[in-house]
């Protein structure tokens, strides 16, 4: 299952649960967006052959990440590009918050691991809102 949280009016993030509900592919982001997100579900043999991308040149003015949560928990809130909150969600094991747009703050609930994954490079391009 895929939630979606707003703020300003607006989806900003996704969330997808740790139950898969298919075999195949899940897509949580859209063909064009700068960070590709999806969830897999294969069956036991299922083989991707050997494979690689071509490289090419990209472009993006858009930063996205995703966080999985591998243990623990974490509080998330979400805000539009202004800083206003929105929904509120908290991320458990086997959970991914895939953030779309504006922003987010976050508040680990217990001792947690969790991977972030963003399109980069991301050099001090942090602002608070």
Excluded: W
């Excluded at 967006?33 to 071509?54: C, F, S």
């Excluded at 994954?117 to 391009?125: E, I, T, V």
């Amino acid at each position: 299952m895929i939630r979606e949280l707003v703020a300003g009016g607006q989806v900003v993030a996704k969330v997808f649960d740790g139950t898969p509900t298919q075999l195949g592919v899940e897509a949580a982001s859209d063909a064009a967006a700068p960070l590709q997100v999806l969830r897999m579900q294969r069956e036991k043999g299922y083989v991707v052959a050997k494979h690689g991308h071509a490289q090419m040149v990209r472009t993006t003015n858009a930063r996205q990440k995703a966080l999985v949560v591998i243990s623990g928990s974490i509080d998330v809130v979400v805000c539009d590009t202004k800083g206003v909150d929105g929904d509120a969600h908290t991320l458990t094991p086997g959970q991914c918050l895939y953030l779309m747009d504006g922003g987010y703050s976050l508040t680990c609930a217990e001792d947690t691991v969790f991977y972030e994954f963003k399109n980069g490079p991301h050099a001090d391009d942090k602002i608070t809102l």
